[in-house]
């Protein structure tokens, strides 16, 4: 079974910081990759940031310069680190893991998902 549980999600004034957590129940190189999603209501899920297997990180256009992704791969967890928040970085964060299965010819993608963080920032 795979699991993934958020931590580390609250309340925050705008210009605050807050670092979230992902702990993963398996490796984390059982994925070959990782990374933070968040929703509003009414809205879609959208991509933050991840990070491969390999190191490489990917971050939203918004998240530059203010976001950085991490990897602890003997705690199997990821980190969103988050500084100078902004009202509109208010939403529900998720952690996403992507595994790769089977072969290159017959290969697919699945994507597991924790429970998701609330993340409130005030003005």
């Known amino acids: 079974q795979v699991h993934l549980v958020e931590s580390g999600g609250g309340l925050v004034q705008a210009g605050g910081s807050l670092r979230l957590s992902c702990a993963a129940s398996?490796?984390?190189?059982?994925?070959?990759?990782m990374g933070w999603y968040r929703q509003e209501p009414g809205k879609q899920r959208e991509l933050v940031a991840d990070?491969?297997?390999?190191?490489?990180?990917n971050y939203a256009d918004s998240a530059k310069g203010r976001f950085t992704i991490s990897r602890d791969n003997a705690k199997n967890t990821v980190t969103l680190q988050m500084n100078s928040l902004e009202a509109e970085d208010t939403a529900v964060y998720y952690c996403?893991?992507?595994?790769?299965?089977?072969?290159?010819?017959?290969?697919?993608?699945?994507?597991?998902w924790g429970q998701g963080t609330q993340v409130t920032v005030s003005s």
């Open positions: 996403n893991a992507r595994s790769r299965q089977g072969p290159v010819s017959l290969r697919y993608d699945y994507d597991y």
């Open positions: 398996v490796s984390i190189f059982s994925f070959y990759r």
């Open positions: 990070i491969t297997s390999g190191g490489t990180r």
